[in-house]
């Protein structure tokens, strides 16, 4: 849903309609693996609150049913201009690469990731820059599970959070079970957690309502990759755990 748009992509517009979808789709990425195979683009230290929760990809408005081929809008017109100003003020924790600081300016800046968010999936919202980003934060930390289970920190089940670095991992179905509702969860071919998308009504404002099961569509599409039988145990890498076991590797192919 999200791939990277290259200059003159960000620039064409489409003729999708702001407003015109069905749910939003959130989607959360485990940044120690994404930085161990996008080093260049990592924005998490040790200390941060995204080596140890699940940070925001991002809020896209989807279809509940493709239409045409395509599952969600994207690059509607608009008039509005994404600022810094329009990012809570924790973003820095929830979504690290969607902001920066400009230190020749001493002054915080948009990061690419969050240009990027507004352009492809916020113009189709129909909400103003601001409300956009603010409602997800606010869908981040209402996740809860099922019956309101208050097994969540800000968004990150607490399974998750115990299991950081563990050689056994997370079993699949309790990570599944977790949640309220269907979602989907991605994993790498070594069964490092990468992604977990969940599914949430728009209401008739275009702000987001309750979490919703995903649509069978994105259930079995490569957002979900834990196929019965393939991956039993998720594993939660600790950030710089996988490049270090790729590193030491290295280093003994090397050596024969």
Not at 139 to 168: C, H, M, N, Q, Y
Request: glycine fraction near 8%; hydrophobic fraction near 35%; charge should be positive.
């Amino acid at each position: 849903m999200a791939a990277a748009l290259g200059d003159k992509a960000k620039k064409t517009r489409s003729r999708d309609e702001a407003g015109d979808f069905d749910l939003y789709v959130l989607a959360q990425t485990w940044a120690p693996v994404f930085c161990c195979s996008h080093p260049n683009k990592c924005n998490t230290v040790t200390w941060a609150y995204s080596a140890t929760h699940l940070s925001l990809h991002g809020l896209w408005p989807g279809y509940a049913q493709a239409r045409g081929g395509h599952t969600y809008p994207s690059n509607c017109e608009s008039k509005a201009k994404l600022i810094v100003a329009d990012l809570p003020s924790h973003f820095v924790d929830i979504a690290p690469s969607y902001c920066g600081y400009n230190t020749a300016k001493h002054a915080p800046e948009l990061g690419k990731l969050g240009v990027h968010e507004w352009q492809k999936h916020g113009t189709c919202t129909s909400l103003e820059p601001g409300k956009y980003m603010a409602e997800a934060v606010r869908v981040v930390e209402s996740l809860t599970g099922p019956g309101g289970a208050k097994k969540f920190d800000r968004g990150t089940p607490t399974v998750l959070t115990s299991k950081i670095g563990s050689p056994e991992g997370v079993p699949a179905n309790e990570l599944r079970l977790s949640y309220a509702r269907h979602v989907a969860i991605r994993v790498d071919n070594h069964c490092r957690l990468e992604e977990v998308t969940s599914c949430w009504a728009k209401l008739s404002d275009g702000t987001v309502g309750e979490q919703v099961h995903c649509p069978e569509y994105l259930l079995r599409s490569a957002r979900n990759s834990i196929i019965e039988g393939s991956c039993s145990n998720v594993l939660v890498v600790k950030l710089g755990q996988c490049l270090a076991a790729e590193q030491k590797r290295a280093a003994a192919a090397n050596k024969r």
